[in-house]
């Protein structure tokens, strides 16, 4: 089993930051892409970021800019730095990771609980 904690979701004014955190835990072998997503109520969910397993990077233009993602392998945790937040990026953030269980022949995403980001108007 595997699990992913995030953290870091709060209320903050427009124009400010957060970091949010994602912790993965359990029983892999290792994990490749992690990333974050966004869900706003009765809306699909996006992309916000994601990572490969060698630090590749990629953002939508709605964030590219911004946002920040990084990750510490060691600790098996991906963060995502906000900056100069604004009204719309309001939503539920979410991490995932790509783990590999019990060998290298299959991936395995798995989803965090998510977190909410609130930014007023």
């Known amino acids: 089993q595997v699990q992913l904690v995030e953290s870091g979701g709060d209320l903050v004014q427009p124009g400010g930051s957060l970091r949010l955190s994602c912790v993965a835990s359990?029983?892999?072998?290792?994990?490749?892409?992690m990333g974050w997503y966004r869900q706003v109520s009765g809306k699909q969910r996006e992309l916000v970021a994601d990572?490969?397993?060698?630090?590749?990077?990629n953002y939508p233009d709605s964030v590219k800019g911004r946002f920040t993602i990084s990750r510490d392998n060691a600790k098996n945790t991906v963060y995502l730095q906000m900056n100069s937040l604004k009204p719309e990026d309001t939503a539920v953030y979410y991490c995932?990771?790509?783990?590999?269980?019990?060998?290298?022949?299959?991936?395995?995403?798995?989803w965090g609980q998510g977190t909410q980001v609130t930014v007023p108007a």
């Open positions: 359990g029983s892999f072998l290792s994990i490749s892409a």
């Open positions: 990572i490969t397993g060698r630090g590749s990077t």
């Open positions: 995932y990771a790509n783990f590999y269980l019990r060998d290298f022949s299959s991936r395995y995403t798995h």
